[in-house]
């Protein structure tokens, strides 16, 4: 893990122009200093994909979905063509005879 990265699971409320601000220092640095680490990103992206095509595989409607995940049903369409697409990737070519 880089150094100084950020450890906390809390969302951030200011951005990194207005961190920059205050701690008198560039954009870049204070991005550094509030990002997520990458595989703590992605993880957590996993997590609610699976979760998402969970309930999809349940039978629930994207509204539900949303509701139930506290999310835009724009991001459950979204979570559900990212997943299709890594799925298509994952998925052996079969070759033509």
């Known amino acids: ?20 601000e205050r701690l ?10 509030i990002a997520e ?16 095509v969970a309930l999809r595989n349940q039978g629930m409607k994207y509204k539900e979905i949303a509701e139930e995940m506290g999310i ?3 991001a459950v369409g979204r979570i559900l063509h990212d997943a299709r697409k890594l799925e298509e990737k994952e998925a052996p070519v079969h070759e033509a005879c």
């Open 1 to 20: 893990m880089s150094k100084g990265a950020a450890q906390s699971q809390q969302r951030r409320s200011i951005t990194a122009r207005e961190l920059a």
């Open 24 to 33: 008198g220092s560039s954009e870049r640095t204070a991005r550094r200093l």
């Open 37 to 52: 680490p990458r595989d703590q990103f992605l993880e957590r992206a996993q997590t609610r994909r699976d979760r998402v």
């Open 72 to 74: 835009s049903t724009g």
